[in-house]
């Protein structure tokens, strides 16, 4: 008996570039598609191979891509599960940023909303 697999397709993966740096294009690529709420948290990835074949492109560098996402908390893997959207991504920004000791001038910066994210969730993640 053959199992399914329930994989989603991502259309702005197509736009990939393959005469440059592909692995940096693809990891931009999710990266942008989980903050466009393309890829949902819990939502399966194609595996590794089949987005490889789909793209053109060295099955290499998916999986580096994958494991950088992985790395910085955009996606989760499991042996035997796949590779899925991180379900805690937007779990992670604290409620209320912890207050700094000493105000600092970057504090003061108009940031756009997912550098603020990516920074309120390193602070989160740093030990006290």
């Known amino acids: 008996m053959s199992k ?6 991502i259309p ?24 466009r709420s393309e890829l949902r948290s819990g939502e ?12 053109k ?3 290499g560098t998916v ?10 908390g ?3 893997a499991r042996v035997g599960a796949g590779t899925r959207v991180a379900a805690d991504l937007m779990d992670a920004t604290p ?5 700094p000791a000493v105000p600092s001038t970057a504090d003061a910066v108009d940031l756009p909303s997912q550098a ?11 030990p006290h």
């Open 95 to 99: 409620a209320r940023p912890p207050t």
């Open 63 to 72: 999986v580096e891509v994958f494991d950088q996402l992985t790395a910085e």
């Open 4 to 9: 399914r697999r329930s994989t989603i397709e």
């Open 57 to 59: 492109i060295a099955r």
């Open 116 to 126: 603020a994210r990516l920074i309120s969730i390193a602070r989160a993640l740093t």
């Open 44 to 55: 399966r990835l194609p595996s590794t191979r089949s987005l490889a074949a789909s793209l």
């Open 12 to 35: 702005s993966l197509e736009a990939i570039n393959r005469t440059a740096n592909v692995g940096r294009q693809l990891a931009q690529a999710l990266r942008n598609a989980i903050a």
């Open 74 to 76: 955009y996606l989760e």
